[in-house]
């Protein structure tokens, strides 16, 4: 056996396991579903598990289509998603749901049916926290160049879809640029404090005409860059090193940088936004 999941009564059936070897050494999904315990059961796998318990007749949808597609940051202690509209009966670990979907809104990825980013989005977009729906759809634009205004043109074929006024709220804000959770929450405080909207991954050209750094949020025409300290940032030597030098060269360049840790955003993102804000007035901008 490999290290996908499989269906526990095919494989008994083409004799690559016996009853014993099934209970003892393999590890149960869901139902009549398993894996190699030596496996990672992250989140497409989940998906792909999820989908063999239903034989093929269900749509992988929600978290576990976002996941298929590529987007980062979706655990595997999510529940499974599907879109099986025959399954009434509830089963842990699997969150499953009966929404209409029409036939160009599913396509095959990897051998599994899923939901096309613009259907995934529409769905994440509806019915996740407002922040963590942007999150959602940041993360899944970046992975599959699907646009805001393919999902808003998907959307226009379900209207008055629970969710939907949240939808169209959620795309006006949502950015491919933003590279992790945490480059969204940030960019939301700021937004949410009133600033200008920031532009993101701004490609800054040193005096050699090549590109040195790339800023997380920022707005180039005051030269104010935000920029996310991630744990990756302290955690390596050499990358730590690299930070101050950039920093020294986005500075002698004009940059204002002011850096944010993920316990200033939690507990007081209003005052970082101040802070920003002082910052941006310095360089001219009327906020």
Request: neutral net charge.
């Amino acid at each position: 056996m490999d290290s996908a999941p499989f269906v526990g009564s095919e494989a008994l059936a083409n004799g690559l396991v016996t009853r014993q070897q099934l209970r003892q050494h393999f590890r149960r999904i869901y139902r009549d579903v398993y894996i190699d315990p030596g496996s990672e059961l992250d989140a497409p796998t989940k998906a792909r598990a999820a989908w063999l318990y239903s034989r093929g007749k269900a749509v992988v949808s929600g978290l576990s289509a976002a996941a298929v597609h590529g987007s980062g940051w979706i655990s595997a202690d999510h529940d499974a998603e599907l879109i099986w509209a025959e399954h009434r009966q509830k089963l842990g670990g699997l969150r499953i749901g009966f929404d209409e979907l029409l036939p160009e809104e599913s396509e095959t990825v990897d051998g599994l049916v899923v939901t096309t980013a613009a259907r995934t989005a529409y769905d994440l977009g509806r019915r996740r926290p407002f922040g963590t729906a942007v999150g959602r759809l940041d993360a899944l634009c970046r992975a599959t160049g699907v646009g805001v205004h393919d999902i808003a043109r998907l959307a226009e074929n379900h209207r008055g879809a629970r969710g939907i006024v949240q939808l169209r709220a959620v795309l006006a804000l949502v950015d491919a640029g933003a590279e992790s959770p945490q480059e969204t929450r940030t960019r939301l405080a700021l937004m949410n404090a009133g600033l200008p909207r920031p532009q993101t991954q701004i490609e800054v050209v040193g005096p050699d005409g090549r590109v040195f750094a790339r800023i997380d949020i920022g707005w180039a025409r005051w030269k104010v860059a935000v920029e996310y300290d991630g744990e990756q940032h302290w955690s390596d030597e050499r990358q730590r090193a690299w930070d101050i030098e950039r920093q020294h060269l986005l500075e002698s360049m004009g940059w204002t940088v002011i850096r944010v840790s993920a316990l200033q955003l939690r507990v007081d993102p209003w005052e970082v936004a101040a802070r920003v804000r002082d910052k941006l007035r310095a360089a001219g901008a009327k906020v």
